[in-house]
């Protein structure tokens, strides 16, 4: 019904920059909180960065603050990190997060939660 589809990542040496892309599509009434994850290899999932449809903005990761930002637009429904000074340590599959609101079959609006395939991101030393 909705698919999240991520595109940007790959191969950057330490210090370099990506910008992660993230459009959502499908049966789609709204979008509310739109968020990335990573996880390292050996790792957890953790929570990268979040955005409200109104703009608020929520970093979980002290380390990345000052270096990540997220962003969205609303009339592409897509969601970007912007990466810089990239570090080893960020190596990751980066994965997008949506919680959606669709139109199902009943014709009631319901809230659900996507997930993207994952772009990874690979930081050499």
């Known amino acids: 019904q909705v698919q999240l589809v991520e595109s940007g990542g790959g191969l950057v040496p330490s210090g370099g920059s990506l910008r992660l892309s993230c459009a959502a599509s499908?049966?789609?009434?709204?979008?509310?909180?739109m968020g990335w994850f990573r996880q390292a290899p050996g790792k957890e999932r953790e929570m990268v960065a979040s955005?409200?449809?109104?703009?608020?903005?929520?970093y979980c990761v002290d380390s990345l603050k000052g270096r990540f930002t997220i962003s969205r637009d609303n009339t592409k429904n897509t969601v970007y990190l912007q990466m810089s000074s990239l570090k080893p340590e960020d190596t990751a599959v980066y994965y997008c997060?949506?919680?959606?609101?669709?139109?199902?079959?009943?014709?009631?609006?319901?809230?659900?939660?996507?997930w993207g395939k994952g772009t990874l991101v690979t930081v050499s030393p």
């Open positions: 997060n949506a919680d959606v609101d669709i139109i199902d079959s009943d014709g009631s609006v319901v809230g659900r939660d996507y």
């Open positions: 499908g049966n789609i009434f709204s979008i509310n909180t």
């Open positions: 955005i409200t449809r109104g703009g608020k903005t929520d």
